[in-house]
C-alpha cells in the first residue's frame, strides 16, 4: 500500500505558458477549416506528432490532447498511422500534461495556408491559459509579452471539519497594459484562468516565497551528561 | 421398576455442561467487499461464563454464555478518494459546459489502503438459548461388521450411549465495549495516514488533509461508521462478515452433534479387565433421559 | 422429592437388575463360580453343570474354570489326592426387603435393615479312585515310603511335590441350596473407592447331621469370603454411571447424614448410593 503522488505536481516552482506542465492547460481556439500537422516538443525536442482535422462534417466542439502521453505513431505495412484528431470550426484544443516534469510546447501548422501556431514562442488573442497552484507562497506573475507583472498569494491550507472543496478559477484578463487583477489571494488548488487579449503574450508564474507552514517540532532530545566520582583516580587500572 | 438410574443435581450438571463449553473452539476467516470498502477478516471464538437452569418443561436453560472473539483482526481495504485538480469549465453556456479542462490526479493511494484493526479479547457475543435433551445410539465408523463389543471395546470404539442438548431456540447479542474499540479505530486510521502521507512535505500533507478533511472523520464515513459504534460493529460483525451467524451456528451444531454433554458405553463394562481377564460388560436397553428443575436423570434397563 | 435432594450424584440399581449382572458375571468370568482339578479341566462334560459362557471367553483363552489342587489323601503325606469340582450354579440377590428368597429359621433372627439376603445352588462331585489302584497305591506306599516323622522342621524343608491325582470314575455329583446373609461396604484399592460384599453368615439348607452342616458351612463360607467376594468389586464410578469421568469431576461417596443414615443403602429392593462433588480447597 502507497500513496500514488504526482510529485511534479508537489515539486513544481516555475509555470510558464512556453513549457505545459501538470499544473497549466493552453485553450486555443481553431476558428478554420483545413487539415493542421501538429508537432509536440519537449524540451525542445519533437517527441510526437499529430494530425488535427478541422471540418464542418466534425462534431467535436473540443479534443483534449494530452502532450506526455500521447500514442507514438504506428507503422502500419510500411505505412505511418499517425494521431488524428477531429474538431468542428471555431472548436477549441485543449493542451494538458498528464504527467511528468513539464516543458512541453506544440507547433501547429495549417497544410493550406502555412500558418504557424507555437506555444513555445507566444501566446495569441482569445488563447486561455489556466494555472493551477498548489504549494502555498507568494507569486510572482509576468508577462514577459508585454512586460507586466503581477503578485498571487496561495494561502497556507486549513484542515477543516469538512473537505475543502476549491472555488472556481479566478480570471484575469492580459492586455499590453497588464494584468486585470495584479494581486489575487486564493487557496491552494485553486486556478487562475489568464485571458489572452493581446497579439503576443508569455506567462510565467514563478514561486519567490514559499509558505511550508509552521516549524514541525523535533522529538524530545536528552542532553548528555557525565559525572566523575571526584574521588577516584582516573588512573585507576582495570583489573 | 427400571434396573439402573443415576441423577446429577443441577450443581453437577453444570460441570457436565462447562466441560462442553470449555472445548469450544475454533476460526475462520474471510473477505467480503462491502462497496465503498472491503474487508477480510481472521477471526476466531471460544465460550466462557453462562449459567445454567434445569426447567421442568425438560429443557435446559442457558443464558449470558460469553462469545469471546480471539484473536479477531481486522482488516479494511478504503479506497480514499483521489485528490485532482482542474476539470474546471471554462466556458459554461446555457446548454451546459462548451469547455472543460481535463482533470489531473495528483495524489490516490494504489491499492486502496489497508486498515488493520486487532480487537481480539475486546468483542464479546452473549449467547442464550433452551436445550431439549437428546439421546442417541452411537456406533464408531471405525467398527466393522465382523467385531464383536469386547473386540470394540479392545480396539478403543466401544458403542456409546450419547446425551446431547439439541437447541430449542437461541439468542445472540453483541456486548458494548465501544469506547475500546472507538479508541483503537481511531489510531489505527492515524497510523495508517501517517504511513501513507509522512515522507510528504508538510504543507502537501495538510493540502491532501485539507481537500480529504479530517481523515479519521472521512474513513469513518467511508465504512459508514456513523454515531453508534456498537451498532455498526454489530452490523459489521453479524450482517456483513456474518461472524455472529457463523458463531451462533457453530455453537449450536457443537451442542447438538459434536460433544455430548453425558456419555455411556453400551454394554457398559462393570468389571474392568484384570491381567488377561476380559472386562465384563453389561447390555443397557430402554435407556431414557430426563430433566426437572432439580436435576438430570438418566435410567435403563440391564439386558438378560 | 428429587433424587439428589441431598447429593450432587444419585444412583441406584434395583435388585432385578443387580441379578442379571450377576449372570453377566458368571457368563463372563465363570472362573469365578467353577472350580475344578486338572481331569475336570481336561474334560469339561465332568463337571456337574454345563458352565455358561460368551464366545468373547474362548476366543480371548480365558479361564473355564479356576485349577485347584486335588484334595490330599491323609496318611500319604499329601503325596497324592482326590480329584473334585465345586460350582455355584445359581445365584439371587434379594435387596431389603425380604420378598424373593424364604430365609431358614436360623437367619431370620439376623435379618435386619440394609442386609443382602442370597440365594446360591452348590453342586460338587468327586473322582472316586478304582479299589484295585488304590491297593496298588496302598501296597507302594508301604513298601517305599518313610513313617511320617513328626519332625515339622525336616517336613517344611523339603519342598512339598505336587499332588497327584488319583484316576477313577467321578461320582454323582450332588447339589446344596445355600441361603446367605450379606451387606454392601466400600473399599478403597490404590486410592479408588470400590462396593464390595461382606459375608454375614451362611445357612445350608436341610443337611444332616448338623455338625457335618457346620463344618461344610464353615468351609463354605470361607471359600466365599477368601476366594469369591474379593474379586466381586464394583468400582464406584461404575455404579454412578460414570459421570466423574465425563465430567472430569472430583466425587466421593457422601458420609451418612441425618437424612441418609446408610451409604451405600440397600433399602425398598434397591442399592443406592449417594455421591458428593468434591470441594476443591
Known amino acids: 500500500m502507497e500513496a500514488k503522488v504526482n510529485i511534479h505536481a508537489f515539486s513544481t516552482r516555475s509555470i510558464a505558458s512556453n513549457g505545459l506542465c501538470v499544473l497549466s492547460n493552453v485553450v486555443h481556439i481553431m476558428p478554420e477549416e483545413g487539415y493542421y500537422n501538429g508537432k509536440i516538443f519537449h524540451k525542445g525536442i519533437v517527441v510526437r506528432t499529430f494530425i488535427l482535422n478541422v471540418s464542418e462534417e466534425h462534431k467535436n466542439s473540443q479534443v483534449d490532447i494530452d502532450l506526455f502521453s500521447l500514442p507514438l505513431e504506428k507503422n502500419f505495412g510500411g505505412a505511418t498511422l499517425q494521431n488524428n484528431y477531429n474538431l468542428m470550426p471555431k472548436g477549441y484544443i485543449v493542451l494538458y500534461v498528464s504527467e511528468g516534469d513539464g516543458r512541453y510546447s506544440i507547433i501547429l501548422e495549417s497544410t493550406k495556408k502555412r500558418k504557424v501556431y507555437n506555444t513555445a514562442e507566444y501566446l495569441i488573442k482569445s488563447d486561455l491559459f489556466v494555472v493551477t497552484l498548489l504549494r502555498p507562497g507568494i507569486y510572482k506573475m509576468i508577462d514577459k509579452g508585454n512586460n507586466n507583472e503581477g503578485q498571487i498569494t496561495v494561502k497556507y491550507p486549513i484542515i477543516g471539519k469538512k473537505r475543502f472543496i476549491p472555488n472556481e478559477p479566478i480570471k484575469i484578463t492580459v492586455t499590453e497594459k497588464g494584468f486585470s487583477k495584479s494581486d489575487i489571494s486564493l487557496n491552494p488548488s485553486e486556478a487562475v484562468l489568464f485571458q489572452i487579449d493581446t497579439e503576443k503574450s508569455m506567462i510565467v508564474v514563478d514561486l519567490l516565497k514559499p509558505d511550508d507552514g509552521p516549524k514541525e517540532k523535533l522529538g524530545k532530545q536528552y542532553r548528555k551528561t557525565k559525572w566523575k566520582n571526584p574521588n577516584m583516580s582516573t588512573n585507576v587500572k582495570k583489573r | ?33 462491502l462497496g465503498a470498502f472491503s474487508v477480510s477478516y481472521n477471526a476466531g ?22 462469545i469471546v472473539y480471539d484473536p479477531l483482526d481486522i482488516n479494511f481495504g478504503i479506497d480514499l478518494p483521489k485528490i485532482c485538480v482542474g476539470g474546471w469549465c471554462i466556458l459554461p453556456t446555457p446548454w451546459g459546459c462548451a469547455i472543460r479542462l481535463p482533470r489531473i490526479c495528483v495524489f490516490s493511494s494504489n491499492p486502496d489502503i489497508i486498515l488493520p484493526i486487532d480487537i481480539g479479547g475486546l468483542v464479546e457475543s452473549e449467547i442464550s438459548g433452551a436445550f431439549a435433551l437428546k439421546l442417541q445410539h452411537y456406533v464408531d465408523p471405525a467398527r466393522t461388521p465382523g467385531m464383536t463389543d469386547l473386540d470394540a471395546e479392545l480396539a478403543g470404539i466401544p458403542n456409546l450411549l450419547r446425551v446431547f442438548l439439541d437447541p430449542v431456540w437461541l439468542d445472540i447479542d453483541l456486548i458494548d465495549i465501544s469506547d475500546t474499540i472507538g479508541n483503537i479505530l481511531d489510531a489505527a486510521i492515524d497510523n495508517v495516514v501517517d504511513g501513507l502521507l509522512g515522507w510528504l512535505p508538510r504543507w502537501a500533507r495538510d493540502l491532501i488533509k485539507a481537500i480529504l478533511g479530517p481523515i479519521v472523520d472521512l474513513i469513518r464515513f467511508i465504512l459508514d461508521i456513523g454515531d453508534d459504534i456498537d451498532e455498526w460493529l454489530s452490523s459489521l460483525l453479524g450482517t456483513s462478515l456474518g461472524l455472529l451467524d457463523f458463531a451462533l451456528t457453530y455453537v449450536a451444531d457443537y451442542f447438538a452433534q459434536k460433544y455430548p454433554v453425558y456419555w455411556i458405553e453400551n454394554p457398559y463394562p462393570i468389571l474392568e479387565a484384570e491381567n488377561s481377564l476380559i472386562p465384563v460388560k453389561i447390555p443397557l436397553e430402554s435407556p431414557n433421559v430426563q430433566v426437572n428443575n432439580n436435576e438430570f436423570i438418566l435410567t435403563c434397563d440391564i439386558g438378560a | 422429592m428429587a433424587f439428589t435432594d441431598f447429593s450432587d450424584i444419585y444412583a441406584a440399581v434395583h435388585e432385578n437388575g443387580f441379578n442379571y449382572i450377576l449372570n453377566h458375571i458368571q457368563r463372563q468370568r465363570p472362573s469365578l463360580f467353577n472350580y475344578g482339578t486338572q481331569s475336570y479341566l481336561d474334560n469339561i462334560e465332568l463337571f456337574c453343570r454345563r458352565i455358561p459362557t460368551t464366545k468373547d471367553v474362548i476366543k480371548n483363552s480365558n479361564p473355564i474354570a479356576t485349577l485347584e489342587e486335588p484334595i490330599p489323601i491323609a496318611g500319604t503325606n499329601s503325596v497324592v489326592g482326590l480329584e473334585y469340582c465345586f460350582q455355584i450354579v445359581r445365584i439371587i440377590m434379594d435387596f431389603h426387603p425380604n420378598n424373593t428368597i424364604q430365609l431358614p429359621p436360623e437367619l431370620k433372627s439376623e435379618y435386619k435393615e440394609q442386609t443382602i439376603s442370597l440365594a446360591l445352588e452348590i453342586c460338587a462331585s468327586v473322582i472316586c479312585p478304582d479299589q484295585k489302584i488304590s491297593e496298588k497305591l496302598g501296597d507302594h506306599i508301604a513298601r517305599t515310603q518313610k513313617p511320617i516323622e513328626t ?48 459375608l454375614d453368615n451362611l445357612e445350608i439348607v436341610d443337611l444332616k447331621p448338623e455338625n457335618l452342616e457346620n463344618s461344610i458351612e464353615c468351609y463354605i463360607k470361607t471359600a466365599i ?43 425398598n429392593d434397591l442399592l443406592q448410593v449417594y455421591v458428593n462433588l468434591e470441594v476443591s480447597p
Open chain 2, 1 to 33: 421398576m427400571t434396573h439402573f438410574t443415576v441423577a446429577a443435581s443441577e450443581r453437577t450438571f453444570t460441570k457436565l455442561f462447562e466441560k462442553v463449553r470449555d472445548n469450544v473452539s475454533e476460526s475462520t476467516s474471510g473477505s467480503h467487499d
Open chain 2, 45 to 66: 471464538f471460544h465460550l466462557e461464563g453462562g449459567s445454567l437452569n434445569l426447567n421442568n418443561n425438560g429443557t435446559v436453560e442457558v443464558s449470558e454464555l460469553d
Open chain 3, 151 to 198: 519332625n515339622k522342621k525336616e517336613y517344611e524343608e523339603v519342598p512339598r511335590p505336587p499332588i497327584k491325582p488319583i484316576p477313577g470314575i467321578r461320582l454323582e455329583c450332588f447339589c446344596l441350596e445355600i441361603i446367605a446373609l450379606l451387606s454392601f461396604e466400600k473399599i478403597i484399592v490404590d486410592g479408588i473407592d470400590y462396593l464390595t460384599l461382606r
Open chain 3, 225 to 267: 469370603r477368601i476366594g469369591v467376594l474379593p474379586k466381586i468389586k464394583i468400582a464406584l464410578r461404575h455404579i454412578i454411571g460414570e459421570i466423574d469421568v465425563v465430567g472430569e469431576l472430583a466425587v466421593e461417596l457422601m458420609a451418612p447424614t441425618p437424612q441418609i443414615t446408610f451409604n451405600p443403602s440397600v433399602s
